[in-house]
């Protein structure tokens, strides 16, 4: 899809080459000097992030046709961007883990010798941004003045990208003066790889065939090419957040991970704090923004997509979470789903990919039961209920503050953050997992996480529905290797001790065999939560079952829920002889790791196969 608009030259300059703002650090000086030098733009940009620089971003991206303004009437200051559509996804086959040693990127990452990719890319970027501005883009991950807190700049020629770090990160003036002389900075560089020649017109949304979206863990640098869609291109998320404070969390003792962050005030007022894994795509803005159907409990939202946890002076678990707005899955997003998410989304909402009304306002599978007579549809065509294809892309978005949720958590900019009560790995299993089985200890709990499968999401490129291992929910965003992450999960349980919080793991997606849903999910998994958090406190009950503790049926609230003794035996059931089977493919992944898979790890395989054989 290419829509000719006015070329570079015929748009009047925006803005002439901005000298560097006096307060910043020479290195980032030097950093943006040498960028330029390479890449060759127009122009150069100094983000400031305030509203006046949006505005005229958004305007100067209308113009070019990479965004268009939805009804203001109906949702004010937002806006619709359709990108390529080649460019709709992470891009895991062309993620890339530089570090020196193969080893140390480990068989689930792709490896590329840093010296080796570092020719290709300077090849690639040489001239990359030429007829294009170049913005610097300073942005804070985590509240600012806090123990979590680190910074980094993302360089771009993507006004996009500058939009949308906008809404996802601490971005502009404030953070590039939080770096100081002696401050450690991620440097990040972006490049749509779509130089334009004199007078060449130029496209709605910019792309190379080419990709790559490099990590060079060592001297935490992220270089990515060719894409503008989200993870690839928001370097910020998960490039620094979890790829390379990954690293950096290893380095320093603390965890960077895949997880939603959400706040439960019980009945009897006492407050939680959850963090909860699964991989892209699995629900984790919808738990973040749970409404529980059972009474008395209040759920508030701290983070949907990503945790920085630390151990605190006593000991304890805490967490923050580094973004600063949400990038959700729009499809299956709707008033009974999700309805914080849609009263988020009133306005100041930048939407990829969904589809348009004739109104002017957006529209997807899933945020209304009854389909519109008439769509444009994510490409750009006319659409009706009768077309065989979705309105819109299944991996589309919204980017919208965190701070536009009704329900966000006064503690969720907390410096301090929050000490974590109980941390769920999840996926999105049609077999073999139960709606919820806890971890027999934190030893037990790695292992768990280390051997979670899920049925492969749109969120990333390759067969949807198709099953793999992806531990911790962060096989995509493990920047070193994932067995020597397992160990420092280990390590950090060492650590805490008594106060390590309990682990569970959770399956709302499990099917009967008719392949219908056995637990429906969104607000009623305010039971298992319940269940999990008065576990927690000692106060219910659980049955020993070979791959972990399972609720007894009286001891979760299924008050006013029909679920009949078959539904909770099929949500319950443990196969030993399946799950024989299962214990083989673990161990089958794990070889892909040899010697490097934590000796306490393996023993759990081993104890888990004797329990199983033991109830064969
Ligand atoms: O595209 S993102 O990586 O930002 C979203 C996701 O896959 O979780
Ligand atoms: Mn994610």
Redesign the pocket.
């Known amino acids: 899809m290419t829509i000719p608009v006015l070329s570079r030259a015929q748009l009047s300059r925006e803005h002439d080459t901005e000298a560097a703002p006096d307060y910043a650090d020479p290195r980032v000086v030097a950093f943006v000097d040498k960028i330029a030098a390479l890449t060759k733009p127009e122009s150069i940009e100094w983000v400031d992030g305030s509203v006046a620089e949006f505005d005229r971003l958004t305007r100067l991206m209308e113009r070019q046709g990479t965004l268009t303004r939805l009804n203001p009437e109906l949702r004010p200051y937002s806006f619709l961007a359709r990108s390529n559509p080649d460019d709709v996804a992470r891009v895991e086959a062309r993620t890339f883990i530089c570090s020196e040693k193969a080893q140390d990127a480990g068989p689930t990452n792709n490896w590329r010798a840093p010296a080796e990719m570092r020719a290709t890319l300077e090849r690639l970027f040489d001239g990359a941004m030429r007829g294009r501005t170049m913005y610097v883009i300073p942005f804070v991950m985590g509240p600012l003045d806090s123990p979590f807190t680190k910074v980094g700049i993302e360089i771009t020629d993507s006004p996009y990208v500058v939009a949308s770090m906008g809404i996802m990160t601490r971005m502009g003036t404030e953070a590039l003066k939080q770096i100081g002389p002696d401050t450690e900075w991620v440097a990040a560089v972006h490049s749509v790889g779509a130089p334009l020649a004199e007078g060449e017109a130029d496209v709605a949304w910019p792309c190379n065939d080419t990709k790559y979206i490099s990590h060079f863990p060592e001297t935490r640098e992220i270089w990515s090419f060719g894409s503008a869609y989200g993870?690839n291109a928001l370097l910020a998320?998960?490039g620094f957040a979890l790829r390379i404070a990954s690293v950096q969390a290893r380095d320093e003792g603390w965890l960077a991970e895949?997880m939603l962050l959400l706040k439960m005030t019980s009945p009897q007022g006492k407050v939680y704090h959850v963090a909860a894994a699964f991989?892209?795509a699995c629900g984790?803005t919808n738990l973040a923004m749970l409404r529980p159907t059972i009474p008395g409990w209040k759920a508030e939202t701290i983070g949907d997509?990503?945790a920085w946890l630390r151990i605190d002076e006593e000991g304890r678990l805490r967490a923050v979470n580094p973004e600063a707005g949400f990038?959700g899955v729009a499809p299956g997003t709707g008033v009974k789903t999700n309805a914080t998410a849609v009263d988020t989304l009133w306005g100041n909402t930048i939407f990829t990919n969904v589809a348009l009304t004739p109104e002017g306002d957006v529209w997807w599978e899933g945020l209304t039961d009854e389909k519109p007579e008439r769509l444009t549809d994510w490409l750009g065509n006319e659409w009706t209920p009768a077309s065989s294809s979705p309105a819109a892309h299944p991996n589309s978005r919204f980017t919208v503050a965190a701070s536009q949720c009704p329900m966000i958590a006064d503690e969720w900019d907390d410096p301090q953050g929050v000490v974590i009560d109980a941390i769920i790995f999840g996926g999105r299993r049609a077999t073999n997992v139960p709606l919820v089985v806890e971890a027999r200890d934190w030893e037990h709990g790695v292992f768990i996480g280390a051997t979670v499968s899920s049925e492969q999401t749109a969120?990333a490129e390759g067969t949807v529905g198709q099953l793999r291992r992806d531990p911790f929910?962060m096989l995509p965003?493990c920047g070193y290797n994932m067995a020597d992450y397992w160990q420092h999960w280990l390590n950090v349980g060492d650590r805490l001790g008594e106060n390590a919080p309990r682990i569970f793991q959770v399956n709302w997606f499990r099917k009967d065999e008719h392949g219908k849903f056995l637990w429906p999910g969104f607000g009623e998994n305010s039971r298992v939560i319940d269940w999990i958090l008065r576990r927690v406190d000692g106060q219910a009950d659980a049955d020993e079952a070979p791959i972990g503790n399972l609720p007894k049926r009286d001891e979760m609230n299924l008050d006013g829920l029909e679920i009949s003794d078959d539904t909770w035996q099929k949500l319950f059931d443990i196969d030993a002889s399946r799950w024989l089977v299962e214990t083989d493919d673990m161990e089958a992944f794990f070889e892909r790791f040899g010697e490097r898979v934590p000796e306490r790890v393996i023993q759990q395989l081993g104890e888990l196969r004797s329990r199983l054989h033991g109830v064969e």
Do not use: L, R, T, V
Request: a positive charge.
């Open positions: 993870g998320k998960k895949h991989p892209s984790k997509d990503i990038f969120a929910a965003f």
